[in-house]
């Protein structure tokens, strides 16, 4: 049973760039967050994905967007990218909100973005 | 969103040793989680405290939430290198994301 997976590992862009991450899903589970983690901090909510809507967010600008597609796979995108947003971007999935473990988070090993 | 204060922030101990790494809020958890971040991976779940006055064991792990369900505590006897790593308090978890405290990054020395 694949747990969450994401791509690409590794990226280096420079400042004004763009950047779309993509994260697949635990099988069974609908609801995709995604945080971010700068290094030697903890992991902060960026936002949640369920229905594919936007269904909360965390203190992030709106140059960061995301989506999800029917099969529950999301990507997150950031524009005009600034040296700050260099971190690791970890996806994580669960069961819908109100689902019996709903707040049971499974994480994927993230996406390590590097700013130039 | 729920403040978790997390302590220490660092240690390191040499392997055999015991520890004890808490988490605490001014405000009721309704419920807790702990997490393990190895360096490049993202974190999992260790276990999640619903109510109060809660122990729960894993192995060498024992977690604690206190009756008051305000603080927690994980404790691991006879540490082992395998140990190392960054572990995670976290709350909430529903549609407004999970709130980790700082982590404590521990380092067992062989």
């Known amino acids: 049973d694949a747990g969450v997976t994401q791509s690409p590992t590794h990226l280096i862009k420079t400042r004004g760039q763009q950047v779309t991450l993509r994260c697949s899903p635990k099988?069974?589970?609908?609801?995709v967050s995604w945080y971010q983690q700068a290094l030697g901090q903890e992991p902060q909510f960026i936002f949640q994905?369920?229905?594919?809507?936007?269904?909360q967010r965390g203190n992030f600008p709106d140059r960061f967007s995301g989506h999800q597609f029917p099969n529950y796979s999301s990507e997150l995108n950031v524009n005009a990218l600034l040296l700050g947003d260099s971190a690791l971007y970890l996806c994580?999935?669960?069961?819908?909100?109100?689902?019996?473990?709903?707040?049971?988070?499974?994480f994927g090993a993230g996406s390590r973005l590097t700013v130039l | 969103t729920q403040l978790l204060e997390q302590s220490p922030q660092f240690l390191s101990i040499q392997e055999g040793e015991n520890l004890t790494v808490y988490c605490n809020s001014s405000?009721?958890?309704?419920?807790l989680q702990w997490y393990r971040q190895e360096p490049g991976e993202g974190p999992v779940l260790l276990v999640t405290?619903?109510?109060?006055?809660e122990v729960k064991k894993l192995k060498r792990l024992t977690f604690q939430f206190g009756d008051a369900r305000k603080d927690s505590s994980l404790h691991i006897t006879a540490a082992q290198p395998g140990d190392t790593g960054l572990y995670l308090c976290?709350?909430?978890?529903?549609?407004?994301?999970?709130?980790f405290g700082k982590g404590t990054h521990l380092i067992i020395q062989p």
């Open positions: 994580a999935s669960s069961l819908r909100i109100g689902a019996a473990g709903a707040n049971v988070l499974t």
């Open positions: 099988s069974g589970h609908d609801t």
């Open positions: 994905y369920y229905e594919e809507e936007e269904r």
């Open positions: 405000s009721v958890f309704s419920s």
């Open positions: 405290v619903v109510t109060g006055g």
């Open positions: 976290g709350t909430g978890g529903g549609a407004d994301g999970l709130t």
